[in-house]
């Protein structure tokens, strides 16, 4: 594949209401972002991937924007944002901001004006009459209840996907697509590299028949997603802005899957260079959705990044990702927050800095931040917690206890705490009141105290993203599985004409071994432990031990 910036650049993410607070409001800011692009510079990314920063009244977060060309006021101003960006080229960053374009808020003036029967703006969004004095169909929204809501003023209901308070556009309406790519073109022409698009995948509606589906999941893969005119949406977009500039873009959404992932990034088509898919991060949900929390299978987790893999090569391009600011921390997920939390953390590192693709690292894994459990439903801010409260325990009567132990193990605000700069008070985050509770194992995880540690979890990241960009060949070169049936072993070769590796992390607190052949010709190149262990011609590894071994 040809080689781009944004294939081997490393992406950070960062979610800014809880990245660093500078003005004592408790909520993080640009100006806190800013202040802290030295360390960010100090990991090696290459690019920093924005979470909102519109003008929002946060219903979700920023994700139901009111204005796409002002700045949030609790995150500062647009000379704020226009520093930021300044700084940030001064030491070589990129900046990908998000791109919220299925729903606007309902304070959006667009929104405001489409409630009025007869005004231009009606056709913004979708107006469907009720049947029978109820919803026009049985959508659900997904973050419970109906997708529509009834408004007095426009007398007809709206769709909305997501909450109430985010309607969806209509998509069909030229003028709202031209909107939409006139707002790119506005960041864009100020200098920033890309977008990630939320949930891209559902913009366009298929019809709106009643859902054959029961469980939720099911509705959004094959109902909502990939509509009709999807493609015809993102060539309409390449052609109008993404042709026009050196940028990068990313699409996300639920209902991406192996069988319609090349339709978005085939390099041939035109559309985007990249999505997330989330068959990894749907892994553990049940029919009842996430807090339905099932067990998942190891073998067929392999499998998710093997297929997209073989799915994508030599035709687009992948991303690599294991958590971001929708799922719980991934230590905490796919590896060890108790007595291998460090070496499940740099495991974790390892992984994501040696499959093929864009690796993607979400703020605060760098120093391997946990999930959290906080015993009250009050302490909880996210919208799609308090709405599955609602749903299941207040109107449907699950038990309480049941409830709150899916919300410890799956709460998006596991992956929301504000970031752990210190341990001094508020973990150096702010001088105020937090938005949102600290994990209160801050004391131990931390940026100080692992800055000087050498065997530090953040200092493992900051070498495993020096040694991908030395040995490209992690970033471009050929994938096989190794030990595919392998229980606890995901192991697999990467190579090309610049070098051959094998790489194996052991998912497991049992010793795990992998035969290699011609094991003399390998010699280790970099691991989560200090030293490691070679037996009867097969690698030994320990405890969520994770290797990168280099063809001599
Ligand atoms: O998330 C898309 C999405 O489908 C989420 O509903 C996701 O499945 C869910 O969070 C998992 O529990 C994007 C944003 O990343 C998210 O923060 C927004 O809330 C959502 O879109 C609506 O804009
Ligand atoms: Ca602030």
Redesign the pocket.
Known sequence: MNRTWWKEGIVYQIYPRSYKDSNGDGVGDLNGIISQLDYIKSLGVDIIWL?PVYQSPND??G??ISDYYNIMDEFGTMDDFDRLLSEMKQRGLRLVM?L?A??TSDEHQWFLESREKDSPKRDYYIWRDGVDGAAPNNWQS??SGSAWKYDEIASQYYLH???KK?PDLNWENPAVRQGIYDVMKFWLDKGIDGFRM??IS?ISKKNYEDSPYPALNDT?SKVYANGPKIHEYLQEMHQEVMSKYDMMTVG???GISLETGLSYVDEARKELNMVFH?DH??IDHGAG??FDVVPYDFVHFKQVFAKWDELLRGRGWGSIFLG????PRIVSRFGNDGDYWSQAAKLLATMLLSLRGTSYIYQGDEIGMTNVAFDSIEDYDD??THNSYQEEVVEGGRDLEDFMKAVHI?A?DNARTPMHWSNEENAGFTDGNPWLKLNPNYPKINVAAQQEDDASVLNYYRKMVRFRKAHLTLVYGDFEMLAPDHQQLFAYRRWDEGGEYVIAHNFSEQESTLALDNIATYEKAIGNYPDHQIKDGQVQLRPWESIIYQKK
């Not at 971001?324 to 799922?327: G, V």
């Open positions: 979470c979700d977060n994700y139901d998000d919220v299925n729903h997904i973050f996907l997501f909450t985010q939320d949930v559902v959004i996300e959404g639920p989330f991060m749907f959705g996430k971001n600011h929708d799922f919208v799609e799956q998006r």
